[in-house]
């Protein structure tokens, strides 16, 4: 029987037999998972075993030659997934809250003022809304960038591939992206999310060094 897209028996995400592969050199074969709605899982590896080519293959940006990917128990690749990526996507000469709102909009979501004031403050960057943003530094960019995570709920994007999001945090924001993980995932999310730091809220690993070819 074809399982219903709503059962909750059915994983959000099944990957089967999947080759995670970037041009012609497989990278990793074999590669299987069930995430659950409500699941949290560490994407782990060494340098170079193909853990962003994974999320980029899920995300669409990469295809997928060999194995197979189910969303919501049909064959397909995930619908609306929130990828975020190294590349972050800010385009210096608009001001902080001009590129939360467009990061925002590319998902259907028109924020009000008081939603961009909220998300800032969440990433600790309240007072920066109306500057260039090419007047921060690394990490206050890429606190932008997550700053949509507090406004983005499992309706609007089930799935969220983040690729090395505690990347340039400070322990603190570390701490809060973890409450707000398990806050998603608390309300119906899944996370696929590669880090070379522990996540202590991961309710499992996926090792792709046991599938290297
Ligand atoms: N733009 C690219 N074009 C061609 N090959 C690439 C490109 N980026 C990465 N690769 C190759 O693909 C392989 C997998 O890279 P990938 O970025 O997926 O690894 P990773 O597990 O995410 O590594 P890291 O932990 O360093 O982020 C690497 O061996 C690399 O040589």
Not at 89 to 101: D, E, K, M, W, Y
Not at 180 to 192: E, K, N, T
Request: aromatic share 6%.
């Amino acid at each position: 029987m074809t399982p219903k897209s709503g059962d909750i028996s059915v994983p959000l995400l099944k990957l089967d037999e999947l080759t995670i592969q970037r041009g012609e050199i497989p990278l990793c074969a074999g590669v299987s998972l069930n995430l659950s709605a409500g699941s949290i899982c560490h994407l782990v590896g060494a340098n170079g075993t193909g853990k962003t080519t994974l999320l980029m293959q899920l995300a669409g940006l990469l295809p997928v030659l060999t194995g197979h990917v189910f969303y919501k128990g049909h064959e397909r690749l995930p619908l609306q997934p929130l990828y975020v990526s190294h590349q972050l996507g800010i385009n210096p000469s608009l001001t902080v809250a001009q590129n939360l709102s467009f990061l925002l909009n590319l998902y259907g979501i028109v924020p009000r003022a008081t939603d961009i004031d909220e998300a800032l403050a969440w990433v600790g960057l309240q007072g920066f809304e109306t500057l260039s943003s090419n007047h921060l530094s690394a990490g206050q960019t890429r606190r932008i960038t997550l700053a949509r995570l507090y406004l983005l709920t499992p309706q609007v994007t089930p799935l969220w591939l983040l690729d090395e999001p505690f990347t340039a945090l400070d322990v603190d924001m570390v701490a809060r992206m973890e409450d707000r993980l398990q806050a998603f995932a608390a309300a119906g999310g899944a996370v696929l999310m590669t880090s070379h730091q522990p996540v202590a809220v991961a309710s499992q690993v996926l090792d792709l060094s046991d599938y290297m070819v």
